[in-house]
């Protein structure tokens, strides 16, 4: 079964509103979770580290002021897209490694699609 | 830049044959090793984990790890057309902190 949840699984919001995007461990606890976005025919792409305690780390060309990121305890994190654009309209995953080991599996949510309009 | 290497296909076989997907890293200091499967439109889906030099067996899926000439790679036996999909080579690289680093993918279609 799914050790990963997300939520919404998808969403329509319109140009320059904010949506949040909830990212769960399931019977697990995560204490750094991954987000990432993939454009259609494209690979994943990192946005950023999410911490549980700490500030998320992200990858450059990502705007922290534009995504953010509270992992607000040890299975949940969000990502909050604020003023959304068309171009932000992409297809978001989250990850988080079961186990505390440095090279412990990663599982992936099931994604939420964004379509902002 | 630390980088993963896939050939991108797409790769075709025949129902019932046996798929060979490959891939090679950069960081010789890497240890753990991954392949996902992406079918369109889905979040990947955890295939197999290496973490150790030679072969791991799991149903059709069998890992291959070669840390000499930094290669991985995944066969799949008796091919189905359900495993049509994208296969991602993930690699966790020295100091990355648990960060994956992907492939681009191969585009697997099995062809009834």
């Known amino acids: 079964g799914a050790v990963v949840s997300q939520h919404p699984s998808w969403v329509i919001c319109k140009s320059g509103t904010s949506v949040k995007i909830e990212c769960r461990s399931l019977?697990?606890?995560?204490?750094?979770m991954f987000w990432y976005r993939q454009f259609p025919k494209q690979s994943l792409m990192l946005m950023a580290t999410?911490?549980?305690?700490?500030?998320?780390?992200?990858e450059q060309g990502v705007e922290k002021d534009k995504f953010l990121i509270n992992h607000a305890s040890l299975t949940l994190s969000t990502l909050t897209v604020t003023s959304a654009h068309p171009e932000d309209s992409s297809f978001y995953i989250c990850?988080?490694?079961?186990?505390?080991?440095?090279?412990?599996?990663?599982?992936f949510g099931p994604g939420t699609r964004l379509t902002v309009t | 830049q630390k980088e993963v290497e896939q050939n991108s296909g797409p790769l075709s076989v025949p129902e019932g044959a046996i798929a060979s997907l490959n891939c090679t890293y950069s960081d010789r200091g890497s240890q753990s090793f991954f392949w996902y499967r992406q079918y369109s439109g889905k979040s990947p889906e955890l295939i197999m984990s290496i973490y150790s030099n030679g072969d791991k067996e799991d149903g059709r899926f069998t890992a291959q790890l070669n840390k000499a000439s930094q290669y991985v790679s995944l066969l799949i036996r008796d091919s189905q057309p359900s495993d049509s999909a994208t296969y991602l080579c993930?690699?966790?690289?020295?100091?990355?902190?648990?960060?994956?680093?992907f492939g681009s993918g191969t585009q697997l279609t099995v062809l009834p």
């Open positions: 993930a690699v966790i690289s020295s100091g990355s902190a648990r960060q994956l680093t």
């Open positions: 019977d697990f606890q995560a204490t750094t």
């Open positions: 990850s988080a490694p079961m186990g505390l080991a440095g090279g412990s599996e990663q599982y």
């Open positions: 999410s911490n549980e305690g700490s500030k998320a780390t992200y």
